[in-house]
């Protein structure tokens, strides 16, 4: 059996997700290790350690993900309960692509213009995300 385009790019962004929490983890973890940190020195929601900027780009990076994830899974498996992966294939390569670009754009700059693209490519995504809702719920 195949995979559906849909059904590959939700692997795909669970697994970006995923490997994005890892790339910050490991970094702390080998501070932690090195005994350069305690496993303590990260609170979340609040400024305990300051980590270099490429890896709070990561983790803002991976925060963006776990946000808009569960958006992407729901369109994608609601497609499937109801028969209809056929809209969602078509453009689920695009709408991952639009994702990975604005992780890397997230991880290089923070810049104005940097910041301009990413936040395009989310414009896109979920214009793609409002095409997949309105087609999904009028073949209904």
Known sequence: MTLSPAICALLCFAALTALLALSYASYRVGLVLTGKASANAWTRGAQTWSDPAFFV???HAHL????????FAAIVLAAYATNQLAIVDGLAMVFLGLRIGQ????AISTS?????????????QMLIVAYWIVNLCSGL
């Open 64 to 71: 963006n993900c776990v946000e808009n994830l569960p958006v």
């Open 112 to 124: 104005p213009t940097m910041v301009f693209i990413r936040a395009n490519l989310w414009i896109a």
């Open 57 to 59: 780009r990561l983790q």
């Open 103 to 106: 992780v890397l754009v997230h």
